[in-house]
DNA sequence: TATTGTTATACTCTATAACTATA
DNA sequence: TATAGTTATAGAGTATAACAATA
């Protein structure tokens, strides 16, 4: 029956949704550690190094399109950033009116750090499930990837 | 080999966090619809009425607690809702000090179109996988939800 | 005195508008 | 003229401190 195939999906669409939610918010707490000697960035200080460690060196307005926000507010971003040294800012090649941001090792370490620090977590939660269930996740985790990105 | 089950569980957790992490955040778009004739809520606004909605009654200190904000915050989230009528006020029976709030009609509709507008979108996402990969996150499902809760 | 909730105030984050320098 | 980036300014959202009402 189709009907009650749709509305299976759509009990799933709801455990998904709640499940997939909390875990999100649950991780998001581990990104920073409490009482470390590093300093604190916010959400999007912290997405906008991490991105500019993922794909390379990036002038402020491309860095800012990555992160959907607009340029003024990438601007003060990337003083924060640039004042804790976790990038530089050096001069455009040829074209002298943009700036062109890399990562420095301290904010390669630091963005290693939050992930190595999200990834124990759930890994430590991980080890006490059993083996089919983590089978169970090794199989669902690209299947949500793809739900993502549709 | 123990350490061979480490590296693969290190792996998971990595490929884990991301799928999850950005499934979260593309679900919280579809929280609001664009060009709708209804309040544009806030995260908190949102998450304070659902809880509301789904706990019932209770006092602007209890609500503060369960979503993690300070009273005061509270305070001025409990004022926006009360003014789009999602929430009334009334004096505690017996404790003069308190308040309780209420969701109104509107309210409990506002939340439930939201959850049927997250939901139809993720069920329109999960139609397009084949049988097998939505028995796969039925599966996940509840094995995510328990990963939140330790 | 302790508790509940509100008001006063400040800080952070983000946006739009206006400006500067360069193409 | 158009583009890249910054500065000026305003509007949310949240926090701490101080206060009022009640227990």
Known sequence: ????????????????????????RRLRVERTAPGQAEPVLSDTQFAALATLEKHGAMSPGELAGHERVQPPSMTRVIAALEEWQLVTRAAHASDRRQV????????????????????????RRLNELTPQERATLRAAAPILEKLSQS
């Open 100 to 123: 062109v941001l890399t990562v420095t090792p301290a904010g390669r370490e630091l963005v290693a750090r939050a992930r190595r620090r999200r990834d124990a977590w759930l890994a």
């Open 1 to 24: 029956m189709t009907s009650s195939g749709t509305r299976a999906d759509a009990g799933l669409a709801t455990g998904l949704r709640i499940s997939v939610s909390r875990l999100a």
